[in-house]
C-alpha cells in the first residue's frame, strides 16, 4: 500500500516548455487535488476533482490543465512553463466523506519540486 | 471568505519547553479543522481532525483544541524530534474536500 505517489520528484523545465505532473493513489479515494507550495504562502489548491470524471478549478488554476484518467489517477499539465510556476506541487486524495472516523481527511505525495527557468 | 492565519511563523524551544502554536480561523460552515505536521522535502503528514467547538484530541506529546474562531496546538515537554513545519487547515461549508490552509509554524526544538 503506497498512498499517493507523484511523478517526477524534481524536474527543472525551460520557460515555455510543456509537462506533465503524474499522481496516483492506490486508496480507493474518490476525490484528488493538486496543490501547490510556496514560501510564505502556504498550500494553494489548483485543481481538484471530486469524482472520477469530474475537474473544478481551485483557488489558482491559471495556466495548468488537469485529467482525471480513471479513479486512481489525477495528472497535472503545465502547457508552456513560466518562471512564477517554480514551486513544490502536492497530489493528495481524500477518503470518501462519511465513512466515520477517517472522513474528509487528505492525504498528500511526497511532492514533486519544480524550477523553470 | 475563508481564511486561515497561523502564529507564530518560527518557533524555537528548548527540550522539555512545552508551548503553544495557534490557528485561527474564519469560514463559513466550518466541516472539519486539520492539522498537518510537514518535515523539510516531505509531503504533510496528517495529525489530527477537529470537528466542533470544545473537542480535544491527544497524540504522544501533542494535543489539539478547538474553539469557534480558533484551534491550537499544544506540545508538551517537546523533543528534537518534534522539529518540523506544523500545518492548519480547514474545510468549509462545500463537500467537495476542498482546504484551506495556513502558512504554516515551523518549531525548532533544540536538544
Known amino acids: 500500500n503506497a498512498g499517493v505517489t507523484q511523478t517526477p520528484k524534481f524536474q527543472v523545465l525551460k520557460t515555455g516548455q510543456s509537462m506533465t505532473l503524474q499522481c496516483a493513489q492506490d486508496m480507493n479515494h474518490n476525490s484528488m487535488y493538486w496543490y501547490r507550495q510556496d514560501p510564505g504562502m502556504g498550500l494553494r489548491l489548483i485543481y481538484y476533482?471530486?469524482?472520477?470524471?469530474?475537474?473544478d478549478k481551485g483557488e489558482v488554476p491559471n495556466g495548468y490543465n488537469v485529467s482525471r484518467l480513471n479513479k486512481r489517477e489525477f495528472s497535472l499539465r503545465l502547457e508552456s512553463a513560466a518562471p512564477s510556476q517554480t514551486s513544490v506541487y502536492f497530489c493528495?486524495?481524500?477518503?470518501?466523506?462519511?465513512?466515520?472516523?477517517?472522513?474528509?481527511?487528505?492525504?498528500f505525495g511526497a511532492g514533486t519540486r519544480l524550477s523553470v527557468l | 471568505e475563508d481564511q486561515v492565519t497561523q502564529s507564530p511563523e518560527a518557533l524555537r524551544l528548548q527540550e522539555g519547553e512545552s508551548s503553544s502554536l495557534n490557528c485561527s480561523y474564519t469560514?463559513?460552515?466550518?466541516?472539519?479543522l486539520f492539522w498537518y505536521r510537514q518535515d523539510p522535502g516531505k509531503g504533510p503528514e496528517f495529525l489530527f481532525t477537529l470537528y466542533s467547538a470544545g473537542e480535544e484530541k491527544e497524540k504522544e506529546r501533542l494535543k489539539a483544541t478547538l474553539t469557534k474562531k480558533e484551534s491550537f496546538l499544544h506540545i508538551t515537554a517537546p523533543k528534537p524530534e518534534d522539529s518540523a513545519t506544523y500545518l492548519c487547515?480547514?474545510?468549509?461549508?462545500?463537500?467537495?474536500?476542498?482546504?484551506?490552509f495556513g502558512q504554516g509554524t515551523t518549531l525548532q526544538v533544540k536538544p
Open positions: 476533482s471530486a469524482s472520477e470524471g469530474t475537474t
Open positions: 493528495a486524495s481524500r477518503f470518501p466523506s462519511g465513512r466515520g472516523l477517517a472522513k474528509n481527511i487528505q492525504y
Open positions: 469560514v463559513s460552515g466550518l466541516r472539519g
Open positions: 487547515a480547514v474545510q468549509g461549508s462545500s463537500n467537495t474536500g476542498k482546504l484551506i
